[in-house]
C-alpha cells in the first residue's frame, strides 16, 4: 500500500485548509486511516483516525472542534479539513493507514506517507 499526501501550504491564522491522503495498490474495502504531525523539534503526534466501514472518528484534544476527518471510500482517499487554522497547527502532516493497535500510537499503524508541510503564519 502506497501513501500520497497533498494538499498542504501556507495559510494565514484562523484560515481554512484540507489535505488528502490517496491510497493505492493492495488496498481493503474497509479500513482505517488516519493522521499525524510533527512539529520542529517535537514528537510526532496523533491528530485523527477514521475507521471507513462504521465513520467512528477519534481526535486529539488540540484540534477536536477544528479538524474533520472523513473519507471517500471509493477513491480510497481520506481527509482531513482544518478549520481555525493556529500557528502552533504549524507542522508536517502525514497520512496513515491499517491500525493494528491503539490508534493514537504511532507503531499501530501498518503503512504511512511521506507528509505535507502545513504552515500557519500569525
Known amino acids: 500500500v502506497q501513501l500520497q499526501a497533498s494538499g498542504g501550504g501556507l495559510v494565514q491564522a484562523g484560515d481554512s485548509l484540507t489535505v488528502s491522503c490517496a491510497a493505492s495498490g493492495r488496498t481493503a474495502s474497509s479500513f482505517t486511516m488516519g493522521w499525524f504531525r510533527q512539529a520542529p523539534g517535537k514528537e510526532r503526534e496523533f491528530v485523527a483516525s477514521?475507521?471507513?466501514?462504521?465513520?467512528?472518528?477519534y481526535y486529539a484534544d488540540s484540534v477536536k472542534g477544528r479538524f474533520t476527518i472523513s473519507t471517500d471510500n471509493a477513491r480510497n482517499t481520506a481527509y482531513l479539513q482544518m478549520n481555525r487554522l493556529k500557528p502552533e497547527d504549524t507542522a508536517v502532516y502525514y497520512c496513515?493507514?491499517?491500525?493494528?493497535?491503539?490508534?493514537?500510537?504511532?507503531?499501530?499503524?501498518?503503512?504511512w506517507g511521506e507528509g505535507t508541510q502545513v504552515t500557519v503564519s500569525s
Open positions: 477514521i475507521a471507513s466501514s462504521s465513520g467512528t472518528t
Open positions: 496513515v493507514r491499517s491500525l493494528k493497535g491503539q490508534y493514537y500510537q504511532r507503531s499501530a499503524w501498518m503503512y
